[in-house]
C-alpha cells in the first residue's frame, strides 16, 4: 500500500495496530486472489482497489469532506444511497468482514454476536478502519437485535441516524417505509446543508441504477455454460460496490463486461468443463470475507451466482425513474428497497421463491445456504429453505461458519464431499 501514514495519523487511528492489519491483508488476498488463472485483465482496477483499500477511497472522501461535503457510513442494504448522493454527500458501506476486528467487538458486545457485528464494532473502537474515522454520520436500520443494539453503542461518539424499518412487506409497510425514507431526507439536508431536490434524486436514482445494471450485466455473464469469470472475482467486486465512487465503479465493471462478453463469443471459461455450478444463499459476506469462494473454488466447483447482499440482493429490481415529485420518488424509493428479502422480515417467502428462481436461471447443480454463526435469522430461515430445495429437487447444504480459519478444513471436507454428489 502507498504510504498513507500521514493520513492514518491525522485520522486518530491506532496505527501501529493497523499496521498489522496492512501486513495480513496484502498476503491473503495474494493467497485467495492473485494465484487464479487466467483472469480478466480488467480485474487490474479492482485489485489495485483492494490494495488500497484503506488509502485510496479515503482519501478521495477526505477530500470531498474539505470542499465541505459529508460522508455517510452505513451498514445495510436497505438504507437508500440515493437520498445521499442527492444531497451532495458519499455514502460508503462499513460492515466488518476480517477476524482482525472481532476481538474489538467482543471487549463490548456479547461473544455470542455475530462476526459482521462484532467486527463492525471492533473496526471502530479499535480505531483501526479509516472509514469509520471518515464517516461524519452512520445511518443504522431497525434490521435485526445485534445490530439494533450495537448501533448504540457506535451512536456514542459519532451522529447516529437509525431507520425504522418495518418487518413485514404490506402495503402499510411499504408506505410507512417511504415515509421514513422522507424523515431521511430531511435528516441529510440538516446534516449537509444541502436540498434535496426532485432532479437532484432523480439524478442519483439514475447514478445508482447504473451501478445496478452493470452488476446485473455482470451477473449474467455467470449464467453462461462456459463461466467466464470465477466466482471470487465477482465476489470482490460485489464487496468493492459499497464503498468505491458508483460512476467510476460502474465504468470500470462494464468494462470488464465487455471483455467477458468477448470471453463467451470464444468460449473462454475460467473453470475445466464440467465444473459443478453453486449458487450460495444466506448472511453477507463483507469485505475481505473471501473464504468460503476460496473453499468452494478450490473444491472442484465454480460459485455461479449469491443470493445475498454482497450479491444479487444488492443490484435486482432497479428504482423506477418516472417519479417526478419528492413524494413519489420516496415511494419508489420505498417500493424498491422492500424487495430485498432480509431474514428480518415475516413472512419471507419470497426469499425462498427467489432461491429457487435463481438456482434455475443461474444453472446450478447444487445450493450452499451460508450462515454467519449467531446470525439467528437465517439459521432459522435455513429450516424452511432446506425443506423447499429438497421439494424442487435442488440439492442443499447448510453450513454455519464465522471470520476464523478453524473450520477450514473441516467446511473443506465436506463442501468436497457436497459437490462430489452433485
Ligand atoms: S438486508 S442481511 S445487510 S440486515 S448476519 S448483522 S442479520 S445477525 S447483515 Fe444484513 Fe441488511 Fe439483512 Fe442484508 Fe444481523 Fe444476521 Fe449478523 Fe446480519
Redesign the pocket.
Known sequence: MADYLKMWEDLGMDVEMHNQLCEILPQAFGDVYLTQENRPEAMDYFNFVVAEIHGVRPAELIEHQKKGGKVFGT????VPDEVVFAAGAIATGL?GGSQFWVPGGEKVLPVN?????KA?VGARLDRTCPFFRIADMFVG?T?????KKAYEILGEDVPMHVMNLPQMKRRKDILAWAEEIRDFIKVVEDFTGNKVTEESLADSIRLINAKRTALARLYDLRKNENIPISGKDVLVISQIAFYDDPTRFTEKVNKLCDELDQRVKEGVSVFPKGTKRILLTG??L?IPNWKLHHIIETSGAAVVGEE??TGI?YFEHPVDETATTIDGQAEALAERYMN?N???FTPNDKRIDDIIRLAKEYKADGVIDV??K?????DTEGYKVERALKEAGIPILGIETDYTDSDAQQLSTRIGAFVEML
Open positions: 451498514f445495510c442494504l436497505y460492515c454476536t455475530c462476526p459482521l457485528i463492525s436500520e434490521t435485526c437485535d445485534g445490530k448472511t453477507p463483507a445475498m447482499c440482493r430485498i432480509c431474514a428480518c450462515n454467519l449467531f446470525c439467528e435469522l437465517y
